[in-house]
């Protein structure tokens, strides 16, 4: 919770690239996450055919993958 993203998709009242902050992340089987976007809209049920990590989360993960 906390990570930074961006759409990848347009949503309702989102346009592609508008930039957001995870607020709620669920799921076992499909992750899926609940996002607060910078222009105030919030949408539910993402996961990555929608959102993509973006900043210090895309680096962090980038460095996990390059480990395995």
Do not use: C
């Not at 930039?19 to 089987?29: K, T, W």
């Not at 105030?40 to 990590?53: C, K, M, T, V, Y």
């Amino acid at each position: 919770m906390g990570d930074r993203v961006t759409s990848t998709i347009e949503l309702d009242g989102v346009p592609v690239g508008t930039a957001g902050r995870v607020i709620l992340a669920n799921g076992f089987n499909w992750q899926r996450y609940r996002v607060l976007f910078a222009n105030g809209a919030e949408h539910g049920d993402l996961d990555q055919r929608s959102i993509a990590p973006a900043g210090k989360t895309a680096k962090r993960l980038a460095k996990a993958a390059a480990k395995r």
